[in-house]
């Protein structure tokens, strides 16, 4: 058998997490990396919470970075030697020395069809707009946001009364 591809992967929110579960419980991977933003003050007591990301790689006693600026970490991505870099939903633009790092590609994960709704806030956008369909979409990153070649795409049909908690719910599973 192979050995598992390496991966460094990148993601924050609830929407990030089958994402990264996917690659855990996948043998062909092996994430060595996990970066996500910083923990942040949440509700009315502004209690410190960390990123729904970093729960389950803790959980899965997976390495956790959470700079302010992952552009300032090429070296420790760089240690790693990841065959890919998975971005989904993280929240950073990344620098051309950090999408140089992966031997084999840098990957976004991005919730839309595009090149419609390119950016944050695809869903919304998408339910704002009465748009009949969206799904995901796999792509080679380069540096100008969402703009690197499609690799992959699934489409999917918006409900008439889907909301962005289950549009999003929906989609981050399918991803």
Same mark, same amino acid.
């Given at each position: 058998?192979?050995? @598992?591809?390496?991966? +460094?992967?990148?993601?924050t929110p609830h929407f990030a997490v089958p994402s990264l579960r996917a690659l855990l419980d996948? @043998?062909?991977?092996? +994430?060595?990396l996990v970066i996500t933003q910083p923990d942040?003050?949440?509700g009315r007591k502004q209690i410190?919470? @960390?990123p729904p990301v970093k729960d389950l790689a803790k959980e899965r006693g997976i390495p956790v970075l959470q700079p302010q600026d992952i552009n300032r970490e090429t070296a420790a991505i760089r240690r790693?030697?990841?065959d890919f870099l998975v971005v989904v939903a993280y929240g950073q633009i990344l620098s051309s020395e950090v999408l140089a790092v992966p031997a084999i590609a840098p990957v976004n994960l991005h919730?839309?069809?595009?090149p419609r709704w390119r950016g944050a806030s695809p869903l919304h956008h998408a339910l704002l707009a009465?748009?009949?369909e969206t799904g995901i979409t796999i792509q080679r990153m380069v540096e100008e946001l969402d703009a690197g070649p499609i690799l992959a795409q699934e489409r999917s049909v918006i409900a008439p009364?889907?909301?962005?908690l289950t549009l999003s719910g929906r989609l981050a599973e399918e991803g």
């Open positions: 058998m192979a050995s @598992p591809l390496s991966v +460094v992967f990148c993601g996948d @043998p062909a991977f092996a +994430v060595k942040k003050p949440v410190l919470t @960390p790693v030697s990841p919730p839309s069809l595009l009465g748009d009949k009364a889907e909301t962005f």
